[in-house]
């Protein structure tokens, strides 16, 4: 989990060279490293163990010392660094006067002292990730082998990269994992079932959640949220 301790911040009154601020002399503040952090977990996680993890990192950490205002735009920095857009992270980060000594959002301040530590997992995934694939696999066969079960449903899936909606038909027996595979043979645009977070009425929609309990009708939106694919630059750090 991560924490945060205040402490006094080092003065900056010393004489520092032209065009150089106080802050980067002392080292107190770097801007954000680019590219893909990568890092391997002690044991591999599926994709909704992380989510899981970080919902739980984001939930409990502003009670520990420091302001949520700070917490909230660390929230929207990593986001931003976990999609690659590291101008925005920037932006978010001199927005809210967060300094950064080592260029990373595993260690950083706000102007008051308070220090802010992120766990690797909000940054980015593991590189070990591995899919619920078994489990999905013995999903899509019950489907198969009894189908037709269940009641259609004509849905719209609202696709987070290109916003536009894609209609596809379900059944009300069907898990949201086996119907993730179907989206994106339904459509080029969508990547594979592991890069996609289904969400309905606010809620993360869970692979093995049926249709009939999600409550949706005919005509009804589900919203696709489109992650990028992990990249295999670099090499991996041991977490």
């Known amino acids: ?27 107190r503040n770097q801007p954000l490293k680019r590219g893909k952090l990568r890092w391997k977990s002690d044991v591999p996680w599926t994709e909704g ?24 735009a660390l929230k929207a920095a990593a986001s931003a ?22 260029g990373s959002l595993t260690d950083c301040y706000d102007e008051l002292g308070n220090r802010y530590q992120l766990p690797l997992y909000v940054l980015s995934a593991p590189i070990n990730l591995v899919e619920e694939a078994s489990q999905d696999d013995g999903l899509e066969t ?19 990269t290109s916003c536009k909606d894609v209609k596809l038909t379900v059944r ?4 949201v994992g086996v119907v993730k595979r ?3 043979k339904a459509d080029s645009s ?4 592991s890069l996609q977070r289904w ?3 606010g809620k993360l929609l869970s692979d093995k959640l049926k249709f009939e309990d999600i409550g949706v009708q005919r005509g009804f939106v589900i919203q696709v949220i489109v992650q990028p694919a992990p990249s295999n630059d670099s090499q991996p750090v041991k977490k």
């Open 1 to 27: 989990m991560g924490n945060c301790v205040g402490r006094p911040r080092p003065s900056t009154s010393h004489t520092t060279a032209p065009g150089t601020s106080s802050q980067d002399s002392a080292g």
């Open 49 to 72: 163990q992380l989510r899981s993890k970080r919902d739980e990192f984001w939930d409990t950490a502003p009670a520990f010392e420091g302001r949520k205002e700070i917490w909230d």
């Open 81 to 102: 660094i976990e999609n690659e857009d590291y101008d925005l992270a920037q932006a978010i980060t001199d927005g809210a006067n967060i300094t950064c000594p080592q």
């Open 142 to 160: 019950e489907v198969i082998d009894d189908s037709p079960k269940g009641v259609e449903i004509p849905l719209k899936f609202r696709i987070s």
């Open 172 to 175: 009300s027996s069907e898990a």
């Open 182 to 184: 179907r989206l994106s």
């Open 190 to 193: 969508v990547p594979e079932a």
């Open 199 to 201: 969400f309905f009425g």
